[in-house]
C-alpha cells in the first residue's frame, strides 16, 4: 500500500499529495499490533494512514494523524476541518471539497482542493482514498493557457461547485474567494447550462461545465474578451475587406467564438489531466 501509494504520485505529476487513511482496524482487522512500527501506520493507535506529498526536495511521506481526522469546527471557508476524511466517510461516496488554506508544516500553508473517495468493506465505509490539488499550480498552467488567446487579453476563470474562485487570470490575488463577491456581472453568468456565449455591455463571455468524473461535479469555466480587443480585430478586417460592418461583426464574433470553444478544449484538458489520476487510484485501490 505504502509503494501503491508513493509511485502513484510519482506518475502523476500533476496531484501535490496522495493519501489513504483508515478507521481503526479498518485496514485488515490487525492494525492495533502495528502501534509504532513506523512511518506506514499511526503510532498512536496502530492505524493505517499512507500520506506522502510532492516537495521541491522530492516526495515526502508523513505519518497519519488519527486525530486530526475527526475535527468538525467549520473553517473559515464553510467547511468542517476534516471535511477531507469526513465527507467519504460518513457518505460512502466520492467528494470534491471546496478549496482551502492548507498548513503542510508550521508557518507554511498552500491552497488545496481535495478529490476523495470511500474504501469500501463489506458495504461499509472503513477508509478513503484522496488527492490533493494545489492550487497556484493549477493557476500557473491557466496563465499559460490564457497567453494563447487574444494575445493573453482574455482571461480565464475556474470556479468550484460553491462559487469559490480555484484559479483565475483576473482574479489571483481573490483565490478561494466567492466570485459573487469578487465579480458579480461574471458570477450571475454561471446558469448551471452545459455552454453559454453571452455579450456583455464591455465584453463577450462564455461559459462551460467542467465533468468531474472521480467524484461526479462541475466546476464552471468562464472565459471573458473585452470588446475592445474583438473590436480591434474588427477594425482591421473592415479597412481590408470593406464588406460592412454586419458580415465584419459575424465573422470577429465567429472567431472569437472559435477561440473561446479553443482555450475551454485546452483548460478540459488540463482539469481532466489533474483530476483523473483520483480514478484510477480508486480503481486500484480504493474499492474493495
Not at 57 to 65: I, T, V
Not at 139 to 156: C, L, M, W
Not at 265 to 280: E, F, S
Given at each position: 500500500?505504502?509503494?501503491?501509494?508513493?509511485?502513484?504520485?510519482?506518475?502523476?505529476?500533476?496531484?501535490?499529495?496522495?493519501?489513504?487513511?483508515?478507521?481503526?482496524?479498518?485496514?485488515?482487522?490487525?492494525d492495533t499490533q502495528s502501534i509504532g512500527s513506523g512511518l506506514h501506520s499511526s503510532s498512536q493507535d496502530g492505524t493505517l494512514g499512507l500520506y506522502w506529498v510532492r516537495t521541491d526536495?522530492?516526495?515526502?511521506?508523513?505519518?497519519?494523524?488519527?486525530?486530526?481526522?475527526?475535527?468538525?469546527?467549520?473553517?473559515?471557508?464553510?467547511?468542517?476541518?476534516?471535511?477531507?476524511?469526513?465527507?467519504?466517510?460518513?457518505?460512502?461516496?466520492?467528494?470534491a471539497l471546496e478549496p482551502y488554506l492548507y498548513e503542510i508544516e508550521p508557518g507554511v500553508s498552500e491552497l488545496m482542493t481535495t478529490l476523495t473517495a470511500p474504501v469500501i468493506s463489506g458495504g461499509k465505509a472503513v477508509g478513503i482514498a484522496g488527492a490533493d490539488l494545489n492550487l497556484p499550480a493549477i493557476?500557473?498552467?491557466?496563465?499559460?493557457?490564457?497567453?494563447?488567446?487574444?494575445?493573453?487579453?482574455?482571461?480565464?476563470h475556474i470556479i468550484s461547485p460553491a462559487g469559490r474562485i480555484v484559479a483565475s487570470t483576473a482574479y489571483e490575488a481573490q483565490l478561494t474567494e466567492m466570485l459573487a463577491q469578487v465579480d458579480a456581472e461574471l458570477a450571475?453568468?454561471?446558469?448551471?447550462?452545459?455552454?453559454?456565449?453571452?455579450?456583455l455591455e464591455d465584453r463577450l463571455v462564455a461559459v462551460a461545465q467542467i465533468q468531474i468524473n472521480a467524484t461526479g461535479t462541475r466546476w464552471p469555466l468562464i472565459i471573458s474578451v473585452p470588446n475592445a480587443v474583438i473590436m480591434e480585430d474588427l477594425l482591421a478586417l473592415q479597412s481590408d475587406l470593406n464588406t460592412g460592418i454586419d458580415t465584419a461583426m459575424t465573422r470577429m464574433l465567429t472567431l472569437s467564438a472559435g477561440l473561446i470553444l479553443l482555450a475551454?478544449?485546452?483548460?478540459?484538458?488540463?482539469?481532466?489531466?489533474?483530476?483523473?489520476?483520483?480514478?484510477?487510484?480508486v480503481t486500484r485501490y480504493g474499492v474493495w
Open positions: 500500500m505504502q509503494q501503491l501509494v508513493q509511485q502513484s504520485l510519482v506518475s502523476n505529476e500533476h496531484i501535490s499529495a496522495l493519501y489513504s487513511e483508515f478507521e481503526p482496524n479498518g485496514y485488515d482487522g490487525l526536495e522530492g516526495l515526502q511521506q508523513y505519518e497519519g494523524d488519527p486525530d486530526g481526522r475527526y475535527l468538525t469546527g467549520v473553517t473559515e471557508f464553510g467547511q468542517r476541518e476534516s471535511e477531507w476524511y469526513l465527507c467519504s466517510l460518513e457518505s460512502a461516496g466520492s467528494c493557476q500557473k498552467r491557466v496563465a499559460r493557457i490564457a497567453k494563447s488567446i487574444f494575445e493573453g487579453r482574455g482571461d480565464i450571475r453568468q454561471d446558469t448551471g447550462a452545459e455552454k453559454a456565449v453571452v455579450q475551454v478544449l485546452l483548460i478540459y484538458l488540463v482539469v481532466r489531466a489533474v483530476t483523473n489520476p483520483l480514478t484510477g487510484c
